[in-house]
């Protein structure tokens, strides 16, 4: 079972860093693709970056390419998404997510957390 927490978030100014957590707390996490999305009220989830299970594949949205960074820590049951020169527009509910495999993973069709909330103020 798939048990995802997210953390790190929080209110930063434009052109700071963030490094958002996601610990998955079931016995699967070095065998499951994870994932990023982030979500704004009133518009569908965005998909930021998915990562395989060794972290050796990776892929990004183009709105994030460059800026931010998916990485992932099996030691610690752990990914992560480093946030680089944030934007005003980056303001989101930042959601972490698992599946079986990576394409699952960018359709949105895995595992969810509950979301580590970001804004950024210009």
């Known amino acids: 079972q798939v048990q995802l927490a997210e953390s790190g978030g929080g209110l930063v100014q434009a052109r700071d860093s963030l490094r958002l957590s996601c610990e998955d707390s079931g016995p699967a996490f070095s065998i499951y693709p994870m994932g990023w999305f982030r979500q704004v009220p009133g518009k569908e989830r965005e998909f930021l970056a998915a990562a395989s299970w060794n972290g050796e594949t990776t892929e990004y949205a183009d709105s994030v390419k460059g800026r931010f960074t998916i990485s992932r820590e099996s030691t610690k049951n752990t990914a992560y998404l480093q946030m680089t020169s944030l934007k005003p527009e980056d303001t989101a509910l930042y959601l972490c997510?698992?599946?079986?495999?990576?394409?699952?993973?960018?359709?949105?069709?895995?595992?969810w957390g509950q979301g580590t909330q970001v804004t950024v103020s210009s």
């Open positions: 997510t698992a599946a079986t495999a990576i394409r699952s993973v960018r359709s949105g069709l895995g595992y």
